[in-house]
């Protein structure tokens, strides 16, 4: 299984960027999608996820302005990030419950990150 990200970039604060994650591979089916990020020098945080029928979760710290949602035909998970603040310069992760078809039990898979920098 592969998990491939996409969409990040440097905006200025108030922009928006939108980033996308699609899994391949091996896949009997996908449970919970989400985002986290990790800043420099701190640790690995959840940004937002997405469960299999579609309840998310945010971090307080982007209520009202993240959006995460997915295309559960395309196996891929968005996240929508607007007004965008120089707090949220991050590498982004995807990460994503997944069962294939040779086990009965879910394994968690990591993208590769992407780089999201917001100036001042």
């Known amino acids: 299984v592969q998990l491939q990200a996409s969409g990040g970039g440097t905006v200025q604060a108030g922009g928006s960027l939108r980033l996308s994650c699609s899994a391949s591979?091996?896949?009997?089916?996908?449970?919970?999608m989400g985002w986290h990020r990790q800043a420099p020098g701190t640790q690995r945080e959840l940004v937002a996820r997405?469960?299999?029928?579609?309840?998310?979760n945010y971090a307080d710290s982007v209520k009202g302005r993240f959006t995460i949602s997915r295309d559960y035909t395309k196996n891929t998970v968005f996240l929508q990030m607007n007004s965008l603040k120089p707090e949220d310069t991050a590498v982004y992760y995807c990460?994503?419950?997944?069962?294939?078809?040779?086990?009965?039990?879910?394994?968690?898979?990591w993208g590769q990150g992407t780089q999201v920098t917001v100036s001042s």
């Open positions: 591979g091996s896949i009997f089916s996908i449970n919970t």
């Open positions: 997405i469960t299999r029928g579609g309840t998310t």
């Open positions: 990460r994503t419950g997944v069962v294939t078809p040779s086990t009965s039990y879910e394994s968690v898979y």
